[in-house]
């Protein structure tokens, strides 16, 4: 009896190991799969930055190792030549390189290197010049780093920003100069945006060469007037600051608030030969910002765009550089609001400018006059063009990305000069083009849901694929292997018939007869779609693989339907986009594989923001929610973008307060986790902060996790993995 007893035991204990390995190998097998999502190990292999070389027949790019400008031919997608490299290039003193820039002619270049990114899109870094036939490199200056370094059109000159102020070099001669003088950090700045500029209006330059080299164009910021936003920086780690180990350190930006001060923000040129400064004469109280500027083909007209404060008035102005005087040329006016993705859009050429609007509820192509005459609509449709792509003036034709067709999907389209539209893309899916010089090829970069990018080389006159540059061949093999579960794309209709669309992942082993939990991923935001036809694995893989169906589904406002869905959100905002979610939630309760009471909603920055106003008016259906980097009040984000949408605080009291999180704290159902960096430049930790108070005086309990010196996008070190695996660590408490 004993012996027998004995053996069950030592079986039991046997068994129970066995389990206990099985067990540690399966969860770090779950963690190294979710991190090597989080390290974007399955992302698409990409051929990089491509740009068109003036001959047509060939175009450049960065060798893989940084260290080579490679010349390669469009007809055979193979490389021809070496223009430029770290180890053959005289006098080189940089080992590898961030970028370049080609002078008009192609007979220099800037390169630059030891690249310090500021925001988003700014940076600064050590410029040089490459002379292609002596074969030589030589800094651009030796003043200290430099921003945007532009070459003029007859690659003589370059000029460039530096601590708040532009300078000119004088290639043949070897000297440098100073265009403004009392640039001062925070206070006046030239010929580089502003914080508010940079993020919402998405450039960082803001300087332009005059077509025949007399003049430089720049933008003057005054900020004195706007307030700053400042943070601690703490010792912390990846970087360590040793400097703040035992007070921290403090960074001050000057953020112009929803109803404050925003710079003033003036044109101004500067004649080369002169060296005379002169403000651009508007003569329109209305302007507030001024988002480009931008010389025609004509070289006495500086076109100026301009936006009232609502953002529902756009004029363009031409002005004369030398003289100063301004002409109106094409104004614009919306309802609502115009939207900024449309400004690069513009193009001017000899003989007409094409100009994007919505004036006839979608998106499309217009043919101005160079006076600013409308002639014709280029495009019309139920259906959005994404970007105007080029046009040859020698047989008419236009060249743009649209939506046609499917909103979930974008594909390239050539509109010839009789008005014959064909479709250049065979796949269905996502494509973006970029145009030969001569519109003779093209690279198309296709990628659907269920293949990563394929980038090759086509022929526009026969179609006709002539090289393929990345098939990422290895990473198909790899995800096959991996029996990935793929996007399901559907659409609904809420209880108010209005159809969205959506994608769905399902678990592995997926069974009819089971309910699962739901994670719903989704941003929400103004003119943002996010269910699209393109191959981006995230976590959404991984979380069915933990047993969720992963939904996302795009509401009204996000974009790509026409003015009359894209704009119901206006002075009210995340109210319509909750519902949506809210909508969503119902709709997938009624389908017989949910559970019900285990649906989760997830999503950053704007999606985090949606998260809290669906928790809160969503009447208990979701159970949980992660808000990661939430907006809370409006009146906390920058004018630029709050005014956009929901006008200033003082015209939209109302609104902005039953747009605020804040006001809904009390309604708050279901378990909440609230994420934040302490060094969000973007959505200011005082959004967190201030909604946790609120939280806590409402009497709601939540879970809090803040990253110490990290900026909106929460990455350094071990950031990210351990940012989702408390995602997860969440979600398996709670569902």
């Known amino acids: 009896m004993k012996q027998m007893d004995f053996m069950m035991r030592s079986r039991f204990i046997i068994l129970l190991l066995a389990t206990f390995t099985i067990s540690c190998f399966a969860a770090k097998s779950d963690n190294d799969l979710l991190k090597r999502i989080v390290n974007g190990d399955f992302k698409s292999k990409t051929v990089g930055e491509m740009r068109p070389m003036v001959d047509g027949e060939f175009f450049s790019k960065m060798s893989d190792d940084s260290t080579a400008v490679l010349r390669v031919a469009y007809k055979t997608g193979k490389m021809v030549d070496t223009l430029f490299s770290v180890k053959t290039a005289r006098d080189c003193k940089f080992k590898k390189f961030d970028g370049y820039e080609f002078s008009s002619d ?24 490459f002379e292609l036939k002596r074969n030589i490199v030589y800094p651009l200056s030796s003043g200290g780093k430099q921003q945007m370094a532009t070459f003029s059109p007859n690659g003589r000159m370059v000029a460039f920003a530096r601590e708040s102020n532009l300078f000119l070099v004088k290639l043949d001669y070897g000297t440098e100069s100073q265009i403004t003088k009392d640039g001062d950090s925070n206070k006046i700045t030239y010929g580089i945006p502003d914080w508010v500029y940079e993020e919402e209006f998405s450039f960082n330059r803001a300087f332009e060469w005059s077509p025949d080299n007399n003049f430089v164009a720049f933008l003057r910021f005054d900020q004195t007037k706007v307030s700053e936003y400042s943070f601690p920086i703490y010792k912390g780690s990846y970087p360590s600051i040793e400097a ?22 003036n044109v101004m040129t500067f004649n080369i030969m002169t060296k005379v400064i002169k403000t651009m004469d508007l003569r329109d109280d209305e302007i507030e910002y001024i988002p480009r500027i931008r010389f025609t083909a004509q070289p006495d007209k500086l076109a100026i765009f301009t936006l009232n404060r609502l953002q529902n008035k756009f004029t363009i102005y031409t002005a004369s550089p030398a003289s100063g005087l301004s002409r109106l040329l094409i104004r614009e006016e919306s309802d609502t609001y115009i939207d900024n993705d449309i400004f690069d859009e513009i193009a001017f050429y000899p003989d007409q400018i094409v100009f994007m609007s919505e004036k006839d509820g979608y998106r499309h192509l217009y043919d101005y006059s160079p006076i600013g ?39 390239v389209y050539v509109l010839d000069g009789k008005g014959r539209k064909t479709c250049l893309t065979p796949q269905d899916g996502t494509n973006h083009a970029e145009l030969s010089s001569n519109y003779r090829y093209w690279i198309n970069h296709f990628s659907n849901a269920t293949t990563p990018e394929v980038t090759d080389i086509r022929e526009i006159q026969t179609g006709k694929s002539v090289a393929i540059l990345e098939g990422n061949n290895k990473l198909k093999k790899e995800l096959a292997a991996l029996n990935f579960q793929n996007k399901e794309f559907f659409t609904f209709k809420t209880s108010k018939n209005i159809l969205l669309n959506g994608w769905m992942v399902k678990p592995i082993n997926f069974d009819l007869q089971k309910r699962y939990p739901v994670v719903m991923v989704q941003y929400g935001g103004p003119h943002h779609p996010i269910v699209k036809d393109e191959y981006k694995l995230d976590w959404e893989v991984y979380l069915a693989q933990q047993g969720y169906v992963v939904v996302c589904v795009d509401g009204r406002g996000t974009g790509g339907r026409g003015v009359q869905f894209n704009n119901q959100t206006y002075g009210k905002l995340g109210i319509i986009e909750a519902e949506d979610q809210i909508e969503t939630a119902r709709y997938l309760s009624s389908l017989s594989f949910v559970d019900k009471d285990k649906i989760a909603i997830w999503g950053w920055s704007y999606g985090g923001y949606n998260v809290l106003m669906s928790m809160s008016l969503g009447n208990g259906i979701f159970k949980a929610g992660i808000a990661v980097a939430p907006v809370t009040d409006w009146r906390f984000y920058d004018s630029v973008y709050a005014e956009r949408s929901m006008k200033t605080p003082n015209e939209n009291t109302e609104g902005y307060e039953l747009s605020s999180a804040g006001h809904y704290a009390s309604q708050l159902q279901g378990n909440l986790l609230i994420v934040q960096g302490t060094a969000d430049d973007n959505v200011h930790y005082q959004n967190t902060a201030e909604y946790a108070e609120q939280l806590v005086q409402a009497g709601k309990q939540f879970d809090m996790q803040i990253y110490t010196n990290r900026n909106h996008f929460l990455k350094g070190g071990n950031t990210r993995f351990h940012l989702y695996e408390t995602f997860m660590r969440f979600l398996k408490q709670n569902l």
Do not use: C
């Open 106 to 129: 192609e007979s220099k270049m800037l390169i630059y290197s030891n690249k310090e990114d500021i925001y988003r899109h700014s940076y600064k870094a050590d410029y040089f010049v």
């Open 373 to 411: 005459v409308q002639r014709r609509q280029i495009t019309s449709g139920a259906w959005e063009v994404s970007r105007f792509l080029g046009y040859n003036a020698a047989n008419g034709s236009y060249y743009y990305e649209s939506n046609e067709g499917n909103t979930t999907r974008n594909a």
């Open 244 to 265: 703040n180990a035992v007070y921290p350190g403090t960074v001050k930006i000057k953020y112009p608030k929803a109803g404050q001060p925003n710079s003033k923000v």
